[in-house]
């Protein structure tokens, strides 16, 4: 999704992932990989890309495949395709090429044509993650939203389950089920809160849970307010509250978003996502 320190959003479908994944899978369908865990940024994990290895940040909001800061992008052996990577941002509405890259591994598991562009914020963001974080990159939903993503950053790992060759899918999602809607910028769960009913998007690149200035006014919460806490946060019947939501100014998100849940809710639970089958998990 979007937030201020992030300008990209995706404008892509979510039967698109399921599509191109079915394709580029291959090996062992299931794999669980350490992440690490800096400050309330999303998620690092160790890609190895045409033997080498590249610290990657995991960006549920980003229907991207792979995206590389552009001086590790110039290494790598790629093709270009026809297809652009469109986004907009606070400076307006942008495009930029996708290229497909071989030789992609996360732990046991293989892909062969991935789709990547380049990162596309300005040099002062790449140099910033590369310093704090050490990542040159991020991975989206692309790569991975043909299966289930099991995040657990209590025990600091992911696991990841995606079809084989026959198409069957293990199952490694456990907890309360809850369904997400599906729409072109990814998915959002509806959620009860003190102050109404949302529809949030989860993002792990989200520092926090947070709503954008115009859901807060909306609902009629102070125009000088920056968060409020909702005792009640419930979503598909359990309530995960209180939580703290923060009211960010600059969000530049769609109609169908109110805002969304980061690293807060992340911390204090295992999600995982079933893209199959619409729905995600949370314990």
């Known amino acids: 999704m979007a937030r201020s320190s ?6 892509s479908t ?15 369908s299931t794999t669980t990989v350490p992440i690490q865990l800096v400050g309330t940024e999303a998620p690092v994990i160790q890609v190895r890309v045409q033997g080498k290895d590249l610290s990657l940040q995991l960006d549920l909001g980003d229907a991207s495949s792979l995206v590389l800061h552009p001086e590790v992008l110039a290494t790598l052996r ?12 606070m400076d307006g509405q942008f495009e930029t090429p996708i290229v497909t890259l071989d030789d992609v591994e996360i732990g046991s598991l293989k892909f062969g044509r991935v789709e990547a562009r380049k990162d596309t914020h300005e040099e002062a963001f790449l140099k910033a ?18 299966g289930q993503i099991r995040l657990d950053y209590p ?36 959620v009860s809160t003190d102050i109404g009913e949302l529809q949030l998007g989860w993002d792990t690149g989200a520092p926090a849970i947070l709503i954008s200035r115009s859901t807060a006014t909306a609902a009629r919460l102070s125009g000088d307010q920056e968060s409020a806490v909702s005792e009640k946060f419930l979503v598909a019947g359990k309530n995960f509250g209180p939580q703290r939501i923060e009211i960010w100014d600059n969000m530049p998100l769609p109609p169908e978003i109110a805002g969304l849940i980061g690293h807060p809710f992340f911390q204090e639970h295992i ?13």
Request: proline share 4%.
């Open 6 to 11: 992030k300008t990209a959003l995706v404008q």
């Open 14 to 28: 979510f039967l698109a992932w399921i599509a191109v994944l079915a394709a580029n899978v291959h090996a062992a």
């Open 78 to 89: 790629s093709e270009p395709t026809d297809k652009t990577f469109k986004f907009f941002s």
């Open 129 to 146: 993650k590369k310093a704090g974080v050490g990542a040159v990159g991020f991975i989206g939903t692309g790569l991975l939203g043909a």
């Open 155 to 190: 025990h600091k790992n992911l696991s990841i389950s995606l079809p084989g060759k026959e198409g069957g899918l293990r199952n490694i999602c456990k907890g309360k089920a809850v369904p997400f809607v599906v729409n072109i910028y990814g998915f959002t769960t509806g």
């Open 271 to 283: 999600v995982c996502f079933d893209y199959p089958g619409h729905r995600l998990h949370i314990r």
